[in-house]
T-cell receptor
Framework: EADIYQTPRYLVIGTGKKITLECSQT?????MYWYQQDPGMELHLIHY???????EKGDLSSESTVSRIRTEHFPLTLESARPSHTSQYLC???????????????FGQGTRLTVV | AQTVTQSQPEMSVQEAETVTLSCTYD???????LFWYKQPPSRQMILVIR??????QNATENRFSVNFQKAAKSFSLKISDSQLGDTAMYFC?????????????FGTGTRLTIIP
């Protein structure tokens, strides 16, 4: 399996709480991504980073924020969780140097978040 | 913007049979990559096979092969001698061949069940 880890795997939390989903990779990849996977299993890019101190919003608008202070770490934070944030969140990383051999994305196991 | 369409939400096939999953995409780019990713139940998403658009030869990885039709913008996945471990969600994905823009656009997925 790939060396990319997400914690927690499952989280049930009350409305209004602040939460941070952790994502770490030990492959030295510069590129990291957060995807939101809805109940129908469709994947939407919500954040990405091309290196330390680089973060960009993805294709799907999200109230979450991310940071990239270290290469290996790309946490996602929700300041005030709401039931609409209930979803599965997948973190991924890639080398991404533009060569075909570097295009593979490695995914974590995901965090299933439920906001009640 | 690129779009990826998977028109088969669910498929099932008997073990040892061959199954083909469909994928079409829309893009104005000439250079790009196409992928099939597999997401087994409660496990990490992994790369199954990838294809560079500038290559006419269809990619093959053991029991997995693709039928890439660039003019038709079609990219189907064929699984031969299907096994129980092939049961998973399969996602077709697109990536532009632009350094610094290695974002994946996913289709909606096909849930494949291999029947013993």
């Amino acid at each position: 399996e790939a060396d990319i880890y997400q914690t927690p795997r499952y989280l049930v939390i009350g409305t209004g709480k602040k939460i941070t989903l952790e994502c770490s990779q030990t492959m030295g990849h510069d590129k990291m991504y957060w995807y939101q996977q809805d109940p129908g299993m469709e994947l939407h890019l919500i954040h990405y980073s091309y290196g330390v101190n680089s973060t960009e919003k993805g294709d799907l608008s999200s109230e979450s924020t991310v940071s990239r202070i270290r290469t290996e770490h790309f946490p996602l934070t929700l300041e005030s969780a709401r039931p609409s944030h209930t979803s599965q969140y997948l973190c991924a990383s890639s080398v991404g140097q533009g060569w075909v051999g570097d295009t593979e994305a490695f995914f974590g196991q995901g965090t299933r978040l439920t906001v009640v | 913007a690129q779009t990826v369409t998977q028109s088969q939400p669910e498929m099932s096939v008997q073990e040892a049979e061959t199954v083909t999953l469909s994928c079409t995409y829309d893009t104005s780019e000439n250079n790009y990559y196409l992928f099939w990713y597999k997401q087994p139940p409660s496990r990490q998403m992994i790369l199954v096979i990838r294809q560079e658009a500038y290559k006419q030869q269809n990619a093959t990885e053991n029991r997995f092969s693709v039928n890439f039709q660039k003019a038709a913008k079609s990219f189907s996945l064929k699984i031969s001698d299907s096994q129980l471990g092939d049961t998973a969600m399969y996602f077709c994905a697109f990536m532009k061949h632009v350094f610094g823009n290695e974002k994946l656009t996913f289709g909606t997925g096909t849930r494949l069940t291999i029947i013993p």
